[in-house]
């Protein structure tokens, strides 16, 4: 049995509930004045659909061919208030992903580059659609706690990321589900924007296939 978890802590620092009705220009529910702005190539874009007593937002589905796809993500402007160091963060969102929508990767929230620079990103990986937890720091080099468990049978779930100063982990629908040590020293402070249903709008943009909601980022 997966063992349940305790609230986050933290202060928010992101927030989106979607129920704006909107696809860009999206208020950051937390004060803080991160907007999300949409970035799209090849005709993609957000759709606003109905979820519980609100709305939430759907992404480009799967393509079936290799080239020309739609891509779309919703990005905030870069900012400091954004990036943990070495401070605790969680972040998470509700998700609904059907099997047949699945990938080698998906993401769904995610800040900075592992390339490039340092990293924390939620995503879905793989036919199975299993979700998973990355961070990546100079010098630490990339880490990720994988879940257990799939999300992609159709059915809303909630995922979130945690990390402590000594250890990350996954949570699905509020038990854990995966978890791995990593090194207190590994911070994460980049200049790249908050990134949401892919890291961009281009080819290679691990464009997630499903419908986000409630999206939130935690610091402290």
Same mark, same amino acid.
């Given at each position: 049995?997966?063992?349940?978890?305790?609230?986050?802590?933290?202060t928010f620092v992101a927030r989106?509930?979607?129920?704006?009705?909107?696809?860009?220009?999206?208020?950051?529910?937390?004060?803080?004045?991160?907007?999300?702005?949409l970035i799209a190539g090849n005709g993609g874009t957000v759709r606003?659909?109905?979820?519980?007593?609100?709305?939430?937002?759907?992404?480009?589905?799967? +393509? %079936?061919? *290799?080239?020309?796809?739609?891509?779309?993500?919703?990005?905030? &402007?870069?900012?400091?208030a954004l990036n943990p160091g070495t401070r605790p963060i969680s972040?998470?969102?509700?998700?609904?992903?059907?099997?047949?929508?699945?990938?080698?990767?998906?993401?769904?929230v995610q800040k900075g580059y592992s390339s490039t620079s340092s990293q924390y990103k939620l995503q879905i990986d793989g036919a199975a659609g299993n979700p998973s937890c990355v961070f990546h720091g100079a010098g630490t080099g990339l880490k990720?706690?994988?879940?257990?468990?799939?999300?992609?049978?159709?059915?809303?779930h909630t995922?979130? +990321? %945690?990390? *402590?100063?000594?250890?990350?982990?996954?949570?699905?629908?509020? &038990?854990?589900?995966?978890n791995r040590a990593i090194s207190a020293r590994l911070s994460v402070a980049n200049n790249r924007p908050l990134s949401i249903g892919g890291k961009g709008a281009y080819a290679d943009n691990d464009q997630f296939h499903g419908i986000i909601d409630d999206v939130w980022v935690r610091i402290g």
């Open positions: 049995m997966a063992a349940a978890a305790r609230a986050a802590g933290g989106y509930t979607f129920d704006g009705g909107r696809t860009s220009g999206i208020r950051d529910e937390s004060g803080r004045g991160h907007t999300l702005r606003v659909v109905p979820h519980r007593s609100g709305q939430a937002l759907r992404f480009p589905a799967k +393509c %079936r061919t *290799t080239s020309n796809c739609p891509h779309a993500a919703l990005q905030s &402007a870069s900012s400091a972040f998470g969102a509700a998700v609904l992903l059907a099997r047949s929508q699945t990938t080698r990767g998906q993401n769904i990720i706690a994988r879940s257990s468990v799939s999300v992609a049978d159709g059915s809303w995922v979130e +990321c %945690r990390r *402590t100063p000594t250890a990350l982990t996954v949570l699905v629908d509020g &038990a854990v589900r995966g």
